[in-house]
């Protein structure tokens, strides 16, 4: 396709071309993306989308449940860092862009005292992420505090979601199909900010091996059990594939060791779940997500 189709209109959006992604994810593991580009407001986003005709889009948050695939990533990829706005419609509501980084809203309702959100403590990332898969700990999401997403479809037409029209449960959200470009939450029924139930999730991170490259868990917990106590168990710690290896501080965690590909981690994945369903014959079902199209223009 010739590049002057594609590109927006607008010189305020810029265009890279053969973009490495490995650093748009914390594994740091990955490829190149044909087109990238990093809209800073919500019309940039949509002009994109309605410029990449004929393209696969992908949308990347904060990086930190993906995997990026190896290889040259035909399309566009868009990452919505720079889409960070919070706007706050009364006391207790506001209006987030979806790139804002998840623990810097937990650290703006801390000091509004506003309680709900405590078990956010430590997670990476950005609010779009969050909600696309409902990211949560003890049995709490992010999700219960949305009560209306807008979002850019496939025509570049900015959709709404209200509270209802979407499911979410643990680690999922229905939505799909568009791109987050902004959500509301309202924290209305919300207590004071806890700071012990603060505290309480975040030295549960002391568990895990923060100092490596990761996308945090990578199996869901099956039904009335623990990935990690599973993949422990079953002796995945250790293990290796290529560059990446199973942290044997936490059995969940795969990291990359230095130089590892995103085939090695999958690689490594496919061997502990093979590992865990020969032990115990549970199916284990993969948390982190490979990189793939929102859509097709
Ligand atoms: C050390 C560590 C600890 C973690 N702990 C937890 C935890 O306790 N609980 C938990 O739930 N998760 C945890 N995670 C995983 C991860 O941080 C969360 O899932 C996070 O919410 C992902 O957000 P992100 O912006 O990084 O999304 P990304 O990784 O960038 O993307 C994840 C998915 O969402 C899609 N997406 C991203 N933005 C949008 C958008 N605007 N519109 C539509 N789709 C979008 C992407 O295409 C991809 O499919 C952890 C990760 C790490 C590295």
């Not at 909600?131 to 003890?138: D, L, T």
Request: glycine share 12%; with cysteine; hydrophobic share 35%.
């Amino acid at each position: 396709m010739p590049l002057k189709s594609f590109y927006p209109n607008s010189p305020d959006i810029i265009i890279t071309e053969n973009q490495p992604l490995k650093q748009f994810s914390t594994l740091g593991t990955g490829g190149t993306a044909e087109y990238f580009a990093q809209p800073e407001t919500i019309s940039q986003l949509q002009e994109l989308i309605i410029s990449a005709r004929n393209m696969p889009v992908y949308v990347i948050g904060g990086g930190s449940n993906i995997i990026i695939p190896d290889g040259l990533i035909h399309g566009l990829a868009i990452s919505t860092r720079r889409l960070d706005a919070v706007s706050w419609q009364n006391e207790s509501s506001a209006e987030i862009e979806s790139g804002h980084n998840l623990s810097h809203l937990v650290k703006i309702l801390r000091e509004k005292n506003i309680g709900g959100l405590e078990f956010s403590a430590g997670i990476p990332g950005t609010i779009g992420g969050a909600v696309s898969g409902n990211a949560g700990a003890g049995g709490r999401g992010i999700c219960e505090f949305i009560e209306c997403v807008k979002a850019v479809d496939i025509s570049g037409r900015l959709v709404t979601l209200r509270r209802g029209e979407f499911d979410y449960g643990y680690r999922m959200c229905s939505i799909s199909g568009v791109i987050i470009a902004s959500v509301i939450m309202s924290f209305t029924d919300c207590p004071a900010w806890n700071e012990s139930l603060y505290s309480d999730f975040m030295s549960r991170r002391k568990s895990q091996p923060l100092r490596f490259r990761s996308a945090g868990c990578t199996f869901k917990n099956p039904p009335g059990n623990s990935a990690g106590k599973l993949l422990d168990e079953c002796g995945c710690k250790g293990l290796t594939f290529g560059g990446a290896s199973v942290s044997d501080m936490h059995a969940n965690f795969i990291i990359n060791s230095g130089h590892a590909t995103s085939s090695d981690v999958l690689g490594l994945a496919e061997k502990c779940a093979h590992r865990v369903y020969e032990c115990t014959g549970i199916k284990l079902e993969l948390e982190i997500k490979t990189l793939s199209p929102c859509f097709s223009v």
